[in-house]
């Protein structure tokens, strides 16, 4: 195989403006257009933000009433949504009357709440008229937040489901049920902790907040640029290396921040060239990108916003979650991995040797503290401290910002300032330790706005019995089978997220769709963690498919063939989540309880259902490209694919068959002559 020679710095060079430009415009898809303010008006931005952050820190430690916590945290939201996200693009970089009109209006819906003091949510039930404006009007801004940030769809869908309280007894059964009018949705959704501030801005103000926070500590001490460049130093040399890097890249640099299009692009603006250079198409190359930044949102310890939901809804610990998704986690990577490895063998690739400014060694020698990101939030978790998660992400965030001192080219702080040889206020406006507190704040505008609308849409759910309505629909459609329940359900979260993002549609699926699982049986925690990963497809299900769009736009391929081989990439491990809910064997992989309480029994059960997942994902990886050692005839793709969806549904006889399967095609290829590369599509 010939070589070519790659510095490890400048694959980065060899992307266009014009490709980053694209990518940009993919980001502000999911997080909205941002408008670029400068002067006065972008310093009023910066101190709302950073006061913002000091707040939710300060609330870590302190005890804020739940109502006040979440009231503030949603003023905070809508003011900084309104002036940061223009009303159009025509609009943009400047703030508008009505900006600032919108903005006030946000911040007096909660001052009226906090004013009201108990007696406000004591008439809940008989709002007063006043009461009753200020809660239409939260809605309003609720809703042209969600739109300004989010887009169009998400307000839609949350509109339609508040024309079905309000419309209920006109729709034909079973979707029949008693109207609701304007006072008593507002005292449901304004004036109680169920509707607006219930669990999605309960998890945001606690939550959320402080990881968008602790992740902005990370990125402005050089913790992401130190990921790439390790996992760049690590690998190279062997035809795999290049999809190894962009594998093991994206877990170090996903895993803190929980965000798949930032982990694309950030990856992809640097790797992408490289992939190139080995042999991947653009497509193919683009696909894997997107794979490895969609691994950012099933990875501890952040797992996306949906993660923290997942805790509060089933009023368990957030150390708990991050153990259910340890074995996912590497199941997935395993695949990714496992595709690597045949994409060499199918594409006939050739080595690229990195010409690295440092080692990997030296590297992790001099930034060794940026590791302690991916353990330091479990560490506080786990005995002699047992500290909650929010103060568990608060002593994370104190850590890192400690440790960035520790080299002078990290620090959050110059040592100008800390030495008093520059002038200390204009020293701390330009510091990243205030750009961090300002980028957590601003990190969290769109999350938090999807939870506020999330809020509403649970609301009429509880309020008119909708999610037990669903239930009752789809075991009927599925004749109480739990599988064809499993497939139902699953096919739901997926229409679901081909509108809206994933944090929204695991809340709406998790109120409306869990429940027909839990009713055959299935483990709530089982049920949570099957539609969270369904959820999760939708970063790579278009119209919403960001992380693809946005890969395609780097490597310059075409957008709907990049989301496909995404799918070729992450499918193997997306057949996982049903050996959760098929079998009691199979919620072994989410190893509910802590380590102490698993047995020997426990322990090999775990191993046995861990093993024949592998080995399942393996087998269907196979069988998608058509290639193991070798070249695989049709009838090997098909036993493969067979053999890897009996292996997993978690039956004995099933997993049985499909480990001869695997054998069967094993023994074929191993007595095959060896055949030349052929590079197929």
Same mark, same amino acid.
């Given at each position: 195989?010939?070589?070519?020679?790659?510095?490890?710095?400048? !694959?980065?060079?060899?992307?266009?403006?014009?490709?980053?430009?694209?990518?940009?415009?993919?980001?502000?898809?999911?997080?909205?257009? =941002?408008?670029?303010?400068?002067?006065?008006?972008?310093?009023?931005?910066?101190?709302?933000?950073?006061?913002?952050?000091?707040?939710?820190?300060?609330?870590?430690?302190? %005890?804020?009433?739940?109502?006040?916590?979440?009231?503030?945290?949603?003023?905070?939201? $809508?003011?900084?949504?309104?002036?940061?996200?223009?009303?159009?693009? @025509?609009? @943009?970089?400047?703030?508008?009357?009505?900006?600032?009109?919108?903005?006030?209006?946000?911040?007096?819906?909660?001052?009226?709440?906090?004013?009201?003091?108990?007696?406000?949510?004591?008439?809940?039930?008989?709002?007063?008229?006043?009461?009753?404006?200020?809660?239409?009007?939260? +809605?309003?801004? /609720?809703?042209?937040?969600?739109?300004?940030?989010?887009?169009?769809?998400?307000?839609?869908?949350?509109? #339609?489901?508040?024309?079905?309280?309000?419309?209920?007894?006109?729709? !034909?059964?079973?979707?029949?049920?008693?109207?609701?009018?304007?006072?008593?949705? +507002?005292?449901?959704?304004?004036?109680?902790?169920?509707?607006?501030?219930?669990?999605?801005?309960?998890?945001? &103000?606690?939550?959320?907040?402080?990881?968008?926070?602790?992740?902005?500590?990370? =990125?402005?001490?050089?913790?992401?640029?130190?990921?790439?460049?390790?996992?760049?130093?690590?690998?190279?040399?062997?035809?795999?290396?290049?999809?190894?890097?962009?594998?093991?890249?994206?877990?170090?640099?996903?895993?803190?921040?929980?965000?798949?299009?930032?982990?694309?692009?950030?990856?992809?603006?640097?790797?992408?060239?490289?992939?190139?250079?080995?042999?991947?198409?653009?497509?193919?190359?683009?696909?894997?990108?997107?794979?490895?930044?969609?691994?950012?949102?099933?990875?501890?310890? +952040?797992?996306?916003?949906?993660?923290?939901?997942?805790?509060?809804?089933?009023?368990?610990?957030?150390?708990?979650?991050?153990?259910?998704?340890?074995?996912?986690?590497?199941?997935?990577?395993?695949?990714?991995?496992?595709?690597?490895? /045949?994409?060499?063998?199918?594409?006939?690739?050739?080595?690229?040797?990195?010409?690295? +400014?440092?080692?990997?060694?030296?590297?992790?020698?001099?930034?060794?503290?940026?590791?302690?990101?991916?353990?330091?939030?479990?560490?506080?978790?786990?005995?002699?401290?047992?500290?909650?998660?929010? $103060?568990?992400?608060?002593?994370?965030?104190?850590?890192?910002?400690?440790?960035?001192?520790?080299?002078?080219?990290?620090?959050?702080?110059?040592?100008?300032?800390?030495?008093?040889?520059?002038?200390?206020?204009?020293?701390?406006?330009? &510091?990243?330790?205030?750009?961090?507190?300002?980028?957590?704040?601003?990190?969290?505008?769109?999350?938090?706005?999807?939870?506020?609308?999330?809020?509403?849409?649970?609301?009429?759910?509880?309020?008119?019995? *909708?999610?037990?309505?669903?239930?009752?629909?789809?075991?009927?459609?599925?004749?109480?089978? $739990?599988?064809?329940?499993? %497939?139902?359900?699953? *096919?739901?979260?997926?229409?679901?997220?081909?509108?809206?993002?994933?944090?929204?549609?695991?809340?709406? #699926?998790?109120?409306?769709?869990?429940?027909?699982?839990?009713?055959?049986?299935?483990? !709530?925690?089982?049920?949570?963690?099957?539609?969270?990963?369904?959820?999760?497809?939708?970063?790579?299900?278009?119209?919403?498919?960001?992380?693809?769009?946005?890969?395609?736009?780097?490597?310059?391929?075409?957008?709907?063939?990049?989301?496909? =081989? #995404?799918?070729?990439?992450?499918?193997?491990?997306?057949?996982?989540?049903?050996?959760?809910?098929?079998?009691?064997?199979?919620?072994?992989?989410?190893?509910?309880?802590?380590?102490?309480?698993?047995?020997?029994?426990?322990?090999?059960?775990?191993?046995?259902?861990?093993?024949?997942?592998?080995?399942?994902?393996?087998?269907?990886?196979?069988?998608? =490209?058509?290639?193991?050692?070798?070249? #695989? !005839?049709?009838?090997? @793709?098909?036993? $493969?694919?067979?053999?890897?969806?009996?292996?997993?549904?978690?039956?004995?006889?099933?997993?049985?068959?499909?480990?001869?399967?695997?054998?069967?095609?094993?023994?074929?290829?191993?007595?095959?002559?060896?055949?030349?590369?052929?590079?197929?599509?």
């Amino acid at each position: 195989m010939s070589e070519d020679v790659t510095r490890l710095h400048q !694959p980065a060079a060899e992307v266009s403006q014009e490709a980053l430009a694209r990518a940009e415009e993919m980001i502000e898809r999911e997080e909205g257009v =941002q408008n670029k303010l400068a002067g006065w008006l972008a310093a009023l931005v910066t101190t709302i933000a950073v006061v913002m952050s000091v707040f939710h820190l300060y609330t870590a430690y302190a %005890i804020v009433r739940p109502e006040h916590l979440r009231a503030i945290h949603v003023a905070f939201v $809508l003011a900084l949504s309104f002036l940061v996200f223009p009303m159009t693009k @025509r609009y @943009r970089h400047r703030i508008m009357w009505w900006d600032w009109a919108l903005a006030l209006a946000g911040i007096a819906t909660t001052v009226y709440l906090i004013a009201g003091g108990d007696d406000f949510f004591d008439r809940s039930i008989l709002p007063n008229d006043w009461d009753i404006a200020f809660g239409v009007v939260l +809605v309003l801004l /609720i809703l042209e937040a969600m739109r300004r940030t989010t887009g169009w769809i998400l307000p839609f869908i949350t509109t #339609c489901f508040l024309l079905y309280a309000f419309f209920g007894e006109i729709l !034909p059964a079973p979707w029949t049920h008693k109207d609701y009018e304007i006072p008593r949705l +507002v005292g449901h959704m304004y004036m109680t902790l169920e509707g607006i501030y219930g669990t999605a801005i309960s998890v945001s &103000s606690t939550l959320i907040i402080l990881f968008t926070i602790y992740g902005a500590f990370l =990125q402005f001490s050089g913790a992401g640029k130190f990921y790439i460049d390790f996992s760049f130093s690590a690998m190279g040399g062997k035809p795999t290396s290049a999809g190894r890097t962009v594998t093991l890249a994206s877990f170090l640099l996903g895993g803190p921040s929980g965000s798949g299009v930032a982990t694309t692009v950030t990856l992809g603006a640097v790797a992408a060239p490289m992939l190139a250079k080995v042999g991947y198409g653009k497509e193919e190359a683009g696909g894997l990108l997107a794979a490895g930044g969609l691994g950012a949102i099933i990875s501890p310890p +952040v797992l996306g916003a949906a993660a923290f939901l997942i805790a509060e809804f089933l009023k368990i610990s957030y150390l708990d979650v991050l153990l259910m998704a340890v074995i996912p986690t590497c199941l997935y990577y395993l695949a990714l991995f496992v595709m690597v490895e /045949i994409d060499v063998r199918k594409f006939g690739m050739k080595d690229v040797l990195f010409e690295t +400014v440092e080692s990997a060694w030296s590297l992790a020698k001099r930034y060794w503290f940026h590791f302690l990101s991916l353990v330091t939030i479990i560490v506080f978790m786990m005995p002699p401290f047992n500290f909650s998660p929010e $103060l568990s992400v608060f002593w994370a965030t104190v850590v890192s910002f400690a440790t960035s001192f520790l080299r002078r080219d990290t620090a959050l702080l110059s040592y100008g300032v800390l030495t008093g040889k520059e002038n200390v206020a204009r020293g701390l406006w330009n &510091s990243g330790f205030l750009k961090a507190l300002e980028g957590g704040s601003l990190a969290v505008l769109n999350v938090a706005a999807t939870c506020a609308g999330a809020g509403l849409i649970v609301g009429v759910v509880t309020l008119t019995g *909708l999610g037990l309505k669903f239930s009752s629909i789809v075991l009927a459609y599925a004749g109480n089978s $739990l599988l064809l329940t499993a %497939i139902y359900t699953a *096919l739901i979260v997926w229409i679901v997220g081909l509108a809206v993002p994933v944090t929204a549609s695991y809340i709406i #699926c998790a109120v409306i769709a869990a429940p027909a699982l839990m009713a055959l049986g299935v483990k !709530p925690f089982a049920a949570h963690m099957f539609v969270f990963y369904y959820a999760v497809l939708s970063e790579v299900s278009p119209p919403t498919a960001l992380s693809p769009f946005a890969a395609a736009a780097i490597t310059g391929g075409d957008p709907y063939k990049t989301t496909l =081989q #995404c799918w070729k990439y992450t499918t193997p491990a997306f057949l996982v989540p049903f050996m959760f809910v098929l079998d009691p064997s199979g919620t072994g992989l989410l190893l509910t309880g802590s380590f102490k309480t698993l047995g020997e029994a426990d322990c090999g059960s775990i191993a046995l259902v861990t093993f024949t997942a592998a080995v399942g994902i393996v087998a269907i990886a196979g069988g998608f =490209q058509g290639w193991l050692w070798k070249r #695989c !005839p049709l009838w090997e @793709r098909a036993l $493969l694919i067979v053999a890897g969806f009996l292996l997993v549904y978690p039956k004995t006889l099933f997993d049985a068959i499909g480990f001869a399967l695997v054998a069967v095609v094993i023994a074929a290829q191993w007595f095959r002559k060896p055949e030349a590369s052929i590079r197929t599509s």
